[in-house]
């Protein structure tokens, strides 16, 4: 029974580890970061605004969409070139904690103690929460300088954005990574008293008198 409830767990933190890891690598190529703030009274607008990690976009009201990327790394923001870097180490991290766990899990033969795969397990578990914090930290730096200039008077009406889609996508991935990675570590404790060998205790051996007689204590 202990072991089907394991089973059961270490499938539903994959499962949510898995897609979390997925929706950070959506999120971080998307352009949608940040967006143009419609403000002002201004109901009809000849174009749209997306600001990404990687690319700008210009979606005119005709539906047609131009992009273009980033020409230089140096000129970005503080808070692109982190966003950038923290990302792609957690999409990396989330990879390399698929692979640790998946040799750990019940379900394969990679490793044959039970003491270490569980040992592997929580350590992918780990991975997997500082992945979804490498990723929640960008985030977060990213709305609030939004939301800052967005109620800034001396940012004009034109630069001010809003929080995009990708920006939700990310706290999804990141709410997935942790409580997916919170579920590994605890799928499968490990045991501190498995690990000692039981010991055979012999039966004390009856004890015979002088004469080569069993003792008559042996008989009571």
Not at 1 to 12: D, G
Not at 30 to 43: C, D, Q, R, T, Y
Not at 102 to 123: D, P, R
Not at 180 to 191: E, K, N, Q, T, V
Request: aromatic share 8%; glycine share 8%.
């Amino acid at each position: 029974m202990a072991n089907m409830i394991s089973a059961c767990l270490e499938i539903v933190g994959l499962c949510l580890t898995i897609t979390g890891t997925l929706l950070v690598m959506v999120a971080c190529g998307l352009p949608m970061w940040k967006v143009s703030a419609f403000i002002e009274g201004n109901i009809v607008v000849a174009q749209n605004i997306w600001d990404g990690l990687w690319m700008s976009c210009v979606v005119q009201s005709t539906g047609q969409m131009q992009c273009k990327t980033h020409d230089s790394v140096l000129a970005l923001t503080t808070d692109l070139q982190t966003a950038r870097a923290l990302t792609v180490i957690s999409a990396v991290l989330g990879v390399l904690a698929l692979m640790i766990t998946i040799a750990g899990a019940q379900c394969t033969n990679c490793i044959n103690t039970e003491s270490i795969k569980s040992k592997v397990v929580n350590a992918g578990g780990v991975m997997y929460i500082v992945a979804g914090l490498f990723v929640l930290v960008p985030l977060c730096w990213m709305a609030n300088n939004i939301i800052s200039d967005f109620y800034d008077p001396l940012v004009p009406y034109a630069k001010k954005r809003e929080i995009g889609a990708a920006l939700y996508i990310g706290w999804a991935a990141s709410a997935m990574l942790l409580v997916g990675g919170a579920i590994l570590c605890f799928s499968r404790p490990h045991d501190e008293k498995s690990t000692y060998p039981l010991k055979y205790i012999p039966p004390p051996t009856k004890s015979t008198s002088i004469n080569g007689d069993y003792d008559k204590r042996n008989y009571v």
